[in-house]
């Protein structure tokens, strides 16, 4: 079972209460996952997020032969939000770049995190438009300072 100390490493769970923490940690499972391992591909339907307990994952698109890196993440980090706000494919793909362990969010677990704690909810939304906000302005430093 995931524990509390695990969610709270987490930026999206960082601000939760407890309480709150209590409510939703049946829902997150933990999995190990070897150097290699492809989390999801690009254009890949969607349905699940990861938390990073430990370890890095890649983040990169293809085009053509070549893997575009685009970031990594480690601790406390996570990825494949979108996928559990929108029912679009994934806009990257995801491999293990040093053994992990993850927690994974399944999207049916997500609504139920959501209805589970109202209050924790909103911290949890608020948290996800930060980050989402941040690496689309990183995003477009990137951009401006190819061209």
């Known amino acids: 079972m995931v524990d509390i100390k695990d969610l709270q490493q987490i930026y999206i769970f960082s601000d939760l209460t407890a309480d709150e923490l209590e409510r939703i940690k049946p829902l997150i499972f933990e999995k190990e996952f070897r150097k290699g391992t492809a989390l999801f591909f690009e254009g890949m339907a969607g349905g699940i ?6 370890g890095q994952i890649e983040i990169y698109k293809r085009q053509g032969s070549l893997e575009i890196p685009i970031t990594t993440l480690g601790p406390g980090d996570f990825l494949g939000e979108m996928s559990l706000l929108d029912d679009e494919p994934r806009s990257a793909a995801a ?3 040093q053994d992990a362990v993850l927690l994974v969010v399944t999207k049916r677990h997500f609504q139920e995190i959501l209805k589970a704690s109202p209050e924790g909810a909103n911290k949890i939304f608020i948290a996800l438009l930060k980050i989402m906000s941040k690496r689309l302005r990183d995003t477009n430093q990137k951009l401006i300072q190819s061209s």
């Open 49 to 54: 997020m990861y938390l990073v307990k430990s």
């Open 95 to 97: 491999r293990v770049s």
